[in-house]
């Protein structure tokens, strides 16, 4: 009787393994996107705690913190933001449930310090847990020139606020270069920008495998001009609901791989 027992007890802890292992194994990335959000949302408060003597002002859907004196540069800021709100959001069919935070710096070392960027030229923006921090433009854009015009056009609203869409709706469960060929189509149907238009492949252009498992490592222009392409080309094949299908399954932890090749 009690061998029999033994057995059974042997059997059920048998069965209890293999069903744990095959739950760790399939659903590592279900897990992944169910942890992500607190995740981000640490890294969101250690900024916030970071910039809390900034000032802030506040628009409709936006807080823009900004330690500079400069009222002018953030009401642009603001402009620029609400600008394209409407319709990025209605696209995408999503709207953040809370105001996105935007952080403009007049020193491009807070800039790389608090959006954990280790080297390289500090950009005009970036996305990063939760916010878009950007340089002022007033960095970028030379005196003299159109600076509402330059910045409502070829600024980095759009891109980085696609990139927060993205990250919101997946999880944080996407290649890098699918979230960046989503912003530069986002910037080129709202702006009319095409990125890399002038530029031209001297081998045939990276692959989606190529772009998935080595992004950092291909020609970063070539590799962006590829991701828009990508993106554009799925987009004028079977719609942008396409997109948002993918974005909705990638939430739910499903893999890019297996989908993208459906
Ligand atoms: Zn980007």
């Given at each position: 009787m009690r061998r029999v027992l033994n057995k059974k007890i042997n059997?059920?802890?048998?069965?209890?393994?293999?069903?744990?292992?095959?739950?760790?194994?399939?659903?590592?990335?279900?897990?992944?996107?169910?942890g992500y959000p607190l995740f981000r949302k640490i890294q969101h408060e250690l900024i916030l705690y970071k910039?809390?003597?900034?000032?802030?002002?506040?628009?409709?859907?936006f807080i823009i913190r900004y330690p500079m004196e400069d009222e002018k540069i953030i009401d642009l800021v603001a402009k620029a933001?609400?600008?394209?709100?409407?319709?990025?959001?209605?696209?995408?069919?999503?709207?953040?449930?809370?105001?996105?935070?935007?952080?403009?710096y007049d020193n491009p070392e807070d800039l790389m310090n608090n959006a954990s960027l280790k080297q390289g030229k500090?950009?005009?923006?970036?996305?990063?847990?939760?916010?878009?921090q950007i340089l002022s433009p007033r960095l970028w854009i030379p005196q003299g020139e159109e600076i509402e015009e330059?910045?409502?056009?070829?600024?980095?609203?759009?891109h980085?606020?696609?990139?927060?869409?993205?990250?919101?709706?997946?999880?944080?469960?996407?290649?890098?270069w699918f979230t960046e060929g989503v912003a530069l189509y986002q910037e080129y149907l709202q702006t009319g920008y095409v990125w890399g238009e002038t530029l031209s492949y001297e081998e045939k252009p990276y692959t989606v495998e190529e772009l998935t498992d080595d992004f950092h490592k291909l020609d970063m222009m070539l590799a962006y001009k590829r991701s828009f392409e990508i993106v554009k080309e799925m987009v004028e094949r079977e719609g942008f609901d396409e997109i948002n299908q993918l974005l909705k399954d990638l939430g739910y932890g499903r893999s890019f791989e297996a989908i993208f090749a459906k």
């Open positions: 059997k059920f802890i048998l069965f209890l393994v293999i069903f744990l292992m095959t739950i760790g194994i399939f659903n590592y990335k279900v897990l992944k996107v169910h910039t809390k003597d900034y000032k802030t002002k506040e628009t409709e859907h933001s609400e600008k394209h709100y409407k319709e990025v959001c209605d696209r995408f069919n999503y709207h953040p449930e809370h105001k996105t935070t935007v952080i403009v500090p950009p005009m923006g970036v996305y990063f847990a939760s916010t878009i330059i910045f409502m056009n070829e600024g980095p609203m759009v980085e606020f696609t990139h927060l869409l993205v990250d919101d709706l997946t999880r944080g469960n996407y290649p890098l």
